[in-house]
Structure formats: structure tokens, C-alpha cells
Nanobody
Framework: VQLQASGGGLVQAGGSLRLSCAASGRVLSTVAMGWFRQAPGKEREFVAAIKWSGSSTYYADPVKGRFTISRDNAKSTVYLQMNSLKPEDTAVYYC?????????????????WGQGTLVTVSS
């Protein structure tokens, strides 16, 4: 499985960005995808996850109500819509996938990682 993330950039505080992550390769029906981020000088942290089947989504507390994760199964793509961005959201964002479901992603141990995409929020 390979993951290709895109959509990062520079935005002012209060603005919005949408990240995309396309998966290629064989995936199981139990697969889940998600996003992590790593700010300068900090550890990588979980942001959001979504199951490929059903409607279950999972969010870290700092982004609840501002970020929305969604998927397009036909395109094997997961999106992260980020609204009301804050300077503290500045980070490299990584997409992730795990064949077994969201638990591995939420716990910080997905089986697959994509490359990072930089999001910079100016004040």
C-alpha cells in the first residue's frame, strides 16, 4: 500500500485548507485511514481517523468541531477539511492507513504512512 498526501500550504489564522490522501494497492474491507501531525519540536500526534466502511470517525480533542475527515471510496482517497485554523495547527501532516481498522491509527501505530505535507498557519 502506498499513500500520497497533498493539499498543504500557507493560510492565515481563521482560514481553511483541505488535505487529500490517495491510497494505492490492495486494501481490506476492514481498512481505516487517518491523519497525524508533527509540529516543530514536538512529537507526532493523532488528528483524525475514519473507517472505510460505515460512518465512524475519530478526532483528537484539539481539532474537534474544526476539522472533518471524510472519504471517497471510489477514489480510495481520504480528506481532512480544516476550518478555523489556528497558528498552533502549524505542523507537517501525515496520512496513515491500517488494514485492521481505526484502533491502530488512534493508538498511534498504523501499518502504513504517507509522506508529510506542510501546513503553516500565520497569525
Amino acid at each position: 500500500v502506498q499513500l500520497q498526501a497533498s493539499g498543504g500550504g500557507l493560510v492565515q489564522a481563521g482560514g481553511s485548507l483541505r488535505l487529500s490522501c490517495a491510497a494505492s494497492g490492495r486494501v481490506l474491507s476492514t481498512v481505516a485511514m487517518g491523519w497525524f501531525r508533527q509540529a516543530p519540536g514536538k512529537e507526532r500526534e493523532f488528528v483524525a481517523a475514519i473507517k472505510w466502511s460505515g460512518s465512524s470517525t475519530y478526532y483528537a480533542d484539539p481539532v474537534k468541531g474544526r476539522f472533518t475527515i471524510s472519504r471517497d471510496n471510489a477514489k480510495s482517497t481520504v480528506y481532512l477539511q480544516m476550518n478555523s485554523l489556528k497558528p498552533e495547527d502549524t505542523a507537517v501532516y501525515y496520512c496513515a492507513l491500517d488494514q485492521s481498522g481505526p484502533r491502530a491509527i488512534v493508538s498511534g501505530n498504523p501499518g502504513y504512512w504517507g509522506q508529510g505535507t506542510l501546513v503553516t498557519v500565520s497569525s
